[in-house]
């Protein structure tokens, strides 16, 4: 049976769970169509401030939103919303003081729009949604080059390898879509770990100084399914 909208998301919460449990997380995908980005709105107050702060070189947009959620703290009554905004506050703290500009070149760059049509990546025979932050051009000595930034997050972050995997996922995404057009530049096809300030770049997984686990959980998948 076919996996519909299986995010990178979904391809590390499978590979974390044992090998019993993956056949039981499959079969419930395929019955209920498990959302890849369930919860994901947790995190929007966080990772929204950090991705206008990428794409602006402007770190107000954090200052901001950490006054807005001490305010929000303060105001609402109810304990699980309360940790939901202290949570996102802790991220935005732990990103004050991030160098955001080693995401990107110092030159200008041109945003792209990331149409759903392109979200679409099949791996290895495998369909995966694959849905980047960010996605921009620039040029450099007559050459347009593209990049990508992914912004993830999860409650304690991501293993390095786990990063890993939503780089290469962007790789594969701008490749498939973008690479008749544009030269990848390697160094700005990045993950950002939200919670941890974790950074992962994919001349890093091509020189092997950091391994993804990406191209070996696809088997794992397919053969589940």
Known sequence: MELKNFTIKNLIDYRRKSIRSRETFIKGFQKYK?????????????????????????????????NVLISDVENTIYSRTKLMYQRNLQILHTLEDFDFS???????????????????VEILDL????????????????TTFIGGLWIACKLEGYSNSEL???TE?????????YSNEYVIDKRYCCSLDAFTGNVVNYEEIEDGSTESIFNSTIPMIKEAI
């Open 164 to 166: 890993a995997t939503f």
């Open 102 to 120: 080693i995401l990107k070149p110092s030159i200008e760059v041109k945003f792209l729009k990331k149409p759903k049509i392109l979200q679409i």
């Open 34 to 66: 498990i959302s890849a980005e369930s919860g994901g709105d947790y995190w929007i107050s966080a990772v929204s401030a950090v991705s206008r702060t990428f794409k602006t070189n402007n770190k107000q947009e954090i200052t901001d939103k950490i």
């Open 127 to 142: 369909p995966l949604k694959i849905t980047p932050t960010h996605v921009f051009v620039y040029e450099d000595n007559g």
């Open 169 to 177: 996922a962007l790789y594969k995404y701008l490749e498939k879509n």
